[in-house]
């Protein structure tokens, strides 16, 4: 038996693939400095832990840095620029930038990956799931009224950040805030460009 489709999309439906169309990238500069309540963080991060894994695993460890505990990141910034390959990494102005960046966000949550002691599955799929959580941690983030972004540069990736953190992988940064003014615009490619029908 075939499955009915509704006329017109449900409430639930047309909710869910706003918030996928409504999520942008924002930059540090558009953000308020307005903390985020520790519920709507609580509820972000359970979204995030929703995500599907393979086998369960759960590969995901994640740390929140808010309010005055981002003073721990900013050194973490500039441990981890310091010990990288910059021209400018004996700076103290660049140091001084990097640590300037973890205040600029009222919220950062690290993505961590944990592969399991005797893992079950390649790392490509715990690294898969964990950006499955990430996505879903930015969904909520979004339909929430937050907006932010994925940062992924040297600094975000470090072995120095990682082991900060005590998380043998990381594969960055979400950093989340209430935006100041509308999200930027953005486009994708037209699906008869990426997508192949057999029919
Ligand atoms: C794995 C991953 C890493 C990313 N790292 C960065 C980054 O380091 N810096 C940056 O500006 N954007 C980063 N982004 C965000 C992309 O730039 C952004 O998603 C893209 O420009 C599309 O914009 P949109 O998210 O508003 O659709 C990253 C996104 C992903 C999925």
């Known amino acids: 038996m075939t499955a009915t489709l509704p006329p017109t999309l449900s409430a639930q439906a047309q909710a869910v693939l706003d918030v996928i169309h409504t999520r942008r990238t924002v ?14 963080t609580e509820a972000i991060l359970t979204a995030g832990t929703w995500a599907p894994t393979h086998g369960r695993t759960e590969p995901w460890r994640f740390t929140v840095f808010t309010g005055p505990g981002r003073a721990q990141l900013a050194e973490m910034f500039a441990q981890a620029y310091a010990a990288g390959s910059a021209p ?18 009222p919220l950062w949550i690290s993505l961590e ?31 929430f009224g937050l907006a ?11 072995p120095v ?13 979400l950093y989340l805030g209430y935006p100041a003014g509308d999200r930027p615009a953005s486009t994708r490619a037209p699906l ?8």
């Not at 930059?27 to 709507?40: F, G, I, N, S």
């Not at 102005?93 to 300037?100: D, M, S, V």
């Not at 008869?192 to 029919?199: A, D, R």
């Open 113 to 143: 990956l944990h592969m399991p002691a005797r893992p079950k599955m390649p790392e490509w799929e715990e690294q898969a799931a964990l950006a499955c959580a990430a996505q879903n941690m930015l969904l909520a983030a979004t339909a």
């Open 27 to 40: 930059d540090l500069a558009l953000l308020q400095p307005d903390p985020v309540p520790r519920e709507v």
């Open 161 to 173: 950040t990682a082991a900060a953190l005590g998380a043998p992988k990381l594969l960055g940064l």
């Open 192 to 199: 008869s460009e990426k997508v192949t029908w057999v029919e």
């Open 148 to 158: 932010g972004k994925w940062v992924s540069g040297p600094v975000m990736i470090s």
């Open 88 to 105: 400018d990494r004996d700076s103290e102005p660049a140091l001084a930038a990097q640590r300037a960046r973890a205040w600029r966000a």
